[in-house]
Every structure is written in structure tokens, then in C-alpha cells.
């Protein structure tokens, strides 16, 4: 180790030292002055249990909240303005010796250091992975498309300017069952983040104290989503991975492909696996049809299918695959049946 590195890595661990004794020896303890920090619907898993606990008057005996004000109300706006609860527009103004404390969730702005060091405690998150996986601003997406079978949640300690790298307070995992899909991971997620979160606040500031660095092993990154990712490469991608990318996008983008140029959306995907039936000279993309199941078949990269049963086409009323195969499939030579 450098001399700078250990000059740095010890003055760390006494800074460290000191912030563990002045709390065991100037014990603080609940109800807290809390600032909330965040946006939309997963955020009012965790202010919608920090009402509930500000209203009891226990644990929280001051809650105010920082959102985006201007523009189209967004969840956690609306929420607000129903509970009565005060609103700070982003960036607050100076708030110090206001609150204790300040929780993020799923906000989307970096915090800078002025504003961490008005709380005493500093500013907490809820991230919806286990950290150092998926870092980023969609982690349940991009966990469920790369077939993970675990995630949870990290409560940890937000770091001035940067993303989701921050000292871990506490984690708590989840298994990914195999036909889970998105929305119903969100919801399960939100759910243990908020509960987890308001543990946490019970036990500050001893807490913080024990919070650990992130490893340096095992980081992925999960950037924001745009609808390029709902774009299925036939020739690149398995059947399960088709699958899952369907799961991961529920409620977000439906699948897309396109037919002789023109853009298509795919809808209730389902893996079929292989099949008894015989193609010949047939490549990634080829479209067949299943009378029987009245759903259109795919090959995938694997060379197995999966099946669709309803479409939509630019520009007209999403129809059923068996209406997509009469009025497009039929229309073209078996080795011209195919999505690009």
C-alpha cells in the first residue's frame, strides 16, 4: 500500500472512530425530524409508511417532503398534497438544524455535499438491488431480463454527487421466481424497502455506526430504460432470454420487431420450447403459426420458440396473432415468413 493510500485509509478509520463515539456517547433517540426525497410510485411505498408513523407521532414527530414541483404533478406531489404534508421544490433551500435526517428514494438527482451535511445524520436511500449489483436507475429491470433469481433491497448511505455507492446499512434479498414479472417484483420491493427503511430509523444512530463500504467485486450497472432495450435481436437471443426481457419490460414497453419494415409490437409472450414439427433451412426470426394454441410461434437463437398471442402493427388495432397470420404470414412464401 501507498503512502498516500495509507495516510488516507487511516485518517478514514479515525474520522470513523470519532462518528461511532459521539453518538454512543451522545445518544440520540426517536421521533426523528424527517426529509423526504423523492418522485414516483416506488417512493410512495416508503412515504406512505412514513406518514403512517409520523401520524402515530413516535418515530417521526416532523415529515416534509422534497419533489419536482413544476411540470405534471408526479405520485409523490400528489400524495403530498393530499396529506397535508409541507413540499420543498429541488434543490431545497438551507434546511439546517431543520431535520435529522434525510431519506431518499428514487428521486434521480445527485445529491451534493452542502446539502448532505445539513442533517446531522446525513441522507439515507432505498435502492432497489443488492448492491454493488445493479447500480443505476433500474435495477428490478434489468435484475429480471438477465435472468438473476435473487434480489432485494440496500439501504445505505447517500454519497455526495454519486449514484447508489455509498456505505450498506442493511440489505434484504428476495427470490425471482421464474415466471415473476416486473410490476409484481416492484410492488414486493417497494413494500420490504419501506419496511426495512423504517427499522433502520428505529435503531439510529447505532445504525450508521455499523454501516460497511460496498465490495469492489461484483458491480453491474443498471442506466435508465429507453425502448431501444425492447428491441428483440432473433438472431442473438435465446428463447429465455426473450422470455425474460418480456417479464422484465411488464408495464414499461411492450417487445418490438418488424415485419417486411414495418415496426410491430409483440404481446403475451410465452416460452413453447421445441417442436415436434420439422423446419427445414429456417433461421432466427421465422414465424409459423399454431392453430391448435391460436398463437404465432418464433424461433429464437437456441433455435426454440416462443409464442405470441396478440400483435400490434403501426398504425392499426392491436389484433390476435391468428388475425396478424391471416392478414400478413399467409401473404408471404414459407421462406419469407420471418420478423427482422
Not at 409508511?49 to 422534497?66: A, D, F, I, P, S
Request: proline share 6%; charged share 25%.
Amino acid at each position: 500500500m501507498g503512502l498516500s493510500k495509507f495516510i488516507s485509509c487511516l485518517i478514514k478509520n479515525k474520522v470513523q472512530l470519532l462518528y461511532s463515539r459521539h453518538f454512543s456517547e451522545f445518544p440520540r433517540k426517536p421521533p426523528w425530524k424527517i426529509l423526504f426525497f423523492g418522485t414516483d410510485e416506488f417512493s410512495l411505498f416508503t412515504l406512505k409508511l412514513l406518514t403512517q408513523e409520523y401520524r402515530k407521532g413516535t418515530l417521526l414527530n416532523k415529515l416534509e417532503v422534497v419533489t419536482t414541483i413544476k411540470g405534471k404533478a408526479n405520485p409523490v406531489k400528489l400524495y403530498s398534497e393530499e396529506q397535508k404534508l409541507p413540499l420543498h421544490k429541488w434543490p431545497p433551500k438551507c434546511v439546517s438544524g431543520q431535520f435529522d435526517v434525510g431519506l431518499v428514494v428514487s428521486f434521480g438527482h445527485l445529491i451534493p455535499r452542502n446539502i448532505i451535511e445539513q442533517f446531522e445524520f446525513g441522507m439515507l436511500n432505498v435502492h432497489a438491488s443488492l448492491l454493488p449489483r445493479w447500480r443505476g436507475a433500474a435495477p428490478i429491470i434489468y435484475a429480471i431480463a438477465n435472468g438473476d433469481r435473487k434480489t432485494g433491497i440496500t439501504i445505505m448511505k447517500i454519497s455526495p454527487d454519486k449514484f447508489d455507492v455509498g456505505d450498506i446499512i442493511n440489505q434484504e434479498s428476495v427470490e425471482i421466481h421464474p415466471n415473476m414479472k416486473m410490476r409484481e417484483l416492484y410492488t414486493t420491493l417497494g413494500k420490504l424497502g419501506a419496511n426495512s427503511l423504517i427499522n433502520t430509523l428505529e435503531t439510529l444512530p447505532h445504525s450508521l455506526c455499523t454501516a460497511k463500504p460496498q465490495p469492489s467485486d461484483g458491480v453491474t450497472y443498471a442506466p435508465k430504460v429507453n425502448a431501444s432495450l425492447a428491441c428483440v435481436k432473433w438472431d442473438k437471443m435465446t428463447s429465455h432470454q426473450v422470455y425474460n426481457l418480456e417479464r422484465a419490460l411488464d408495464g414499461v414497453f411492450h417487445l418490438q420487431t418488424s415485419w417486411n419494415g414495418t415496426p410491430v409490437k409483440l404481446m403475451n409472450i410465452n416460452k413453447h420450447g421445441s417442436d415436434s414439427k420439422k423446419y427445414d433451412k429456417v433461421h432466427p426470426g421465422f414465424v409459423d403459426y399454431d392453430k391448435q394454441r391460436k398463437v404465432l410461434k418464433i424461433l429464437c437463437s437456441d433455435f426454440q420458440f416462443i409464442t405470441v398471442k396478440k400483435v400490434g402493427v403501426l398504425g392499426k388495432r392491436v389484433m390476435t396473432s391468428g388475425d396478424f397470420h391471416n392478414g400478413y404470414v399467409k401473404k408471404e412464401a414459407p421462406d419469407c415468413r420471418y420478423f427482422q
